[in-house]
């Protein structure tokens, strides 16, 4: 019986040696899987009988395969420069899901496909969260699409102006000599920018200034339109039987004034509407003198967006204020140090999905052809009470199971949870010069194995010799 148990216990050491082996092969052939998390084959011995009552008498019957422990340890991080590739930086598995079921990964090649859904490699729709009106994580699980997303348009509010006018300017009189038939001819300088309406269309706002010859380092500013962009029905008061046309025709909406210090900084600035001479029936001669209407009642644009737009027209901060327009001289001859620093303004337009940038708490932010940004969707991971219990299913993916637990939900760079790196690809975290230590040891147990099969086959047939 010694002798022939020997025999099964060769075979058992060629079994278990034979699953290490393949293990291992298992190891190597995805040393270059995005991922993949090694295994190691673990064993335990056998026992075929005792032959006396202590430990000692104990007779082993080779060894057997006990199971196949996963290695959760981090891969290495390569950079992709792809937006969309993810990396979890530490713990937890990306959520994905398709009609077989919910699967955990650590596989991060994500792209949007045709319908605008984030997928992975597979296919399989990414799992995340919505995000509030406030740009925070709603809790609710679910597909990452975004095919419906866009930016709606913001109508401008206010207008910051940072420009320097010339004291050496000559002073051309009141805020009623004024023509806005002729604006150039009857201002210092001029200067535009671009503002939207309600419906994020884009209106083109010129400023004048005035210099004021009845008192020093003061100016006059009237801010306003061509006549065909503005409805004068909803203006009010005289304004309403004005005529649109000439359709080019500059129409000064809003007016004030600015006073600056003798050492050319902002002094005052004033929103009270200037009294300026106005051609009511667009036959190009002034006619009429009125209060420039958008001070009291706003801007009336035409085209249907709201009416009675409000524009905050910001040139510094007084008293004494340096920070935006300011009254410097320094070329030597009038007029010959207006110039513009910036113009800013807070509207804008309508815009539609340009790109995504993922950053290290998961969210997802689409940057849109009108240049603004927001948030869309958070990435969300999971993690486990047991990871070695989950299932190896295949496809980079694991399956959740009785061993594992329940599934931890969460967002990334919080508690248990790893950060993420956009542009950046988790490695197999395989060791190729222990892989080869360890086939080198399992091809010697492999052999040793078949020798005692080899050793205990001479020994029998001597036995049937003697009995010869």
Do not use: C
Not at 40 to 56: K, M, Q, T
Not at 353 to 369: A, P, Q, R, W
Request: aromatic share 8%; hydrophobic share 35%.
């Amino acid at each position: 019986m010694g002798l022939q148990s020997s025999l099964f216990s060769g075979v058992a050491g060629i079994d278990s040696n034979g699953s290490a082996i393949s293990v291992i092969s298992d190891n190597i052939a995805n040393s270059n899987t995005v991922g993949f998390k090694s295994s190691r084959a673990e064993f335990v011995d056998v026992l075929s009988g005792n032959l006396g009552s202590g430990g000692g008498g104990t007779i082993g019957s080779g060894s057997r395969l006990s199971g196949i422990n996963q290695n959760f340890t981090q891969g290495s991080l390569e950079n992709t420069g792809v937006t969309t590739d993810v990396a979890v930086d530490g713990g937890g598995f990306f959520i994905v899901q398709d009609t077989q079921g919910v699967f955990y990964t650590r596989s991060g090649i994500f792209r949007l496909d045709s319908s605008q859904n984030l997928v992975n490699a597979q296919d399989q729709n990414v799992q995340g969260f919505g995000i509030t009106p406030g740009g925070l994580p709603n809790g609710a699980l679910g597909n990452i699409n975004l095919s419906t997303v866009s930016s709606s348009p913001s109508a401008t509010t206010e207008v910051d102006v940072n420009v320097n006018l010339d004291p050496n300017d000559s002073s051309s009189g009141t805020a009623l000599q004024f023509n806005h038939t002729d604006p150039v001819t009857s201002s210092n300088f001029q200067t535009g920018i671009r503002v939207f309406d309600s419906l994020g269309n884009p209106r083109n706002v010129l400023i004048y200034f005035k210099k004021n010859s009845a008192a020093s380092n003061s100016w006059f500013y009237l801010a306003g339109v061509n006549r065909s962009e503005l409805d004068f029905a909803n203006m009010g008061g005289n304004f309403a039987t004005f005529a649109s046309t000439p359709a080019t025709q500059f129409f000064p909406v809003q007016s004030g004034t600015l006073t600056f210090t003798t050492d050319g900084a902002l002094l005052t600035e004033g929103t009270t509407a200037l009294t300026v001479p106005y051609d009511s029936d667009g036959d190009g001669t002034t006619n009429q003198n009125e209060a420039t209407p958008g001070n009291a009642g706003g801007w009336d644009w035409l085209g249907g967006a709201t009416l009675s737009q409000s524009l905050v027209f910001d040139f510094g901060t007084p008293p004494a204020g340096t920070d935006q327009t300011t009254q410097f001289g320094g070329s030597g001859s009038a007029g010959g140090n207006n110039f513009v620093r910036f113009l800013n303004q807070d509207g804008f337009s309508a815009g539609s999905l340009s790109s995504i940038d993922i950053d290290e708490n998961g969210f997802v932010t689409g940057s849109f052809s009108n240049g603004q940004t927001q948030r869309l969707a958070q990435l969300a991971l999971a993690t486990f009470a047991n990871i070695n219990g989950l299932a190896r299913v295949g496809k980079n993916n694991w399956l959740e199971s009785n061993d594992s637990g329940n599934p931890i939900v969460g967002s990334p760079n919080q508690s248990s949870f790893g950060a993420l790196r956009a542009g950046f690809l988790e490695q197999s975290n395989t060791d190729l010069a222990e892989e080869f230590v360890r086939l080198i040891l399992a091809q010697r147990n492999f052999q040793a194995n078949t020798r005692t099969i080899s050793t205990t086959n001479e020994l029998l047939a001597n036995l049937v010799v003697l009995g010869q």
